[in-house]
Nanobody, 121 residues
Framework: QVQLVESGGGLVQAGGSLRLSCAASGSIFRITNMNWYRQTPGKQRELVATITSIGSTNYADSVKGRFTISRDNARKAVYLQMNSLKSEDTAVYYC???????????????WGKGTLVTVSS
């Protein structure tokens, strides 16, 4: 089995910073894309940032220039540095990854349980 566990969420004032972490564990052979999503009540889950296995990144327009996604392949971890936070960044942030498990040839998509980020104005 594969688990993704997020950490680093919390309450921060507008203009502040937070760093989210996500660690993958289990019978993992390879992780390709790693992503951060976020969701607020009544809205669809939104893709915030993506990083490929070779480090190529992509961001939602709403976070470009403020958020930075990075990964540590040796630790099977992905991070989201969030700066200049705004009240509209308040959401549950989810880690997501495409994982090939050991002794398999297929890639499956996994989700963490989420971590709450609250930005007070």
């Amino acid at each position: 089995q594969v688990q993704l566990v997020e950490s680093g969420g919390g309450l921060v004032q507008a203009g502040g910073s937070l760093r989210l972490s996500c660690a993958a564990s289990g019978s993992i052979f390879r992780i390709t894309n790693m992503n951060w999503y976020r969701q607020t009540p009544g809205k669809q889950r939104e893709l915030v940032a993506t990083i490929t296995s070779i480090g190529s990144t992509n961001y939602a327009d709403s976070v470009k220039g403020r958020f930075t996604i990075s990964r540590d392949n040796a630790r099977k971890a992905v991070y989201l540095q969030m700066n200049s936070l705004k009240s509209e960044d308040t959401a549950v942030y989810y880690c997501n990854a495409d994982v090939q498990r050991i002794a398999t040839t297929t890639t499956m998509n996994y989700w963490g349980k989420g971590t709450l980020v609250t930005v007070s104005s």
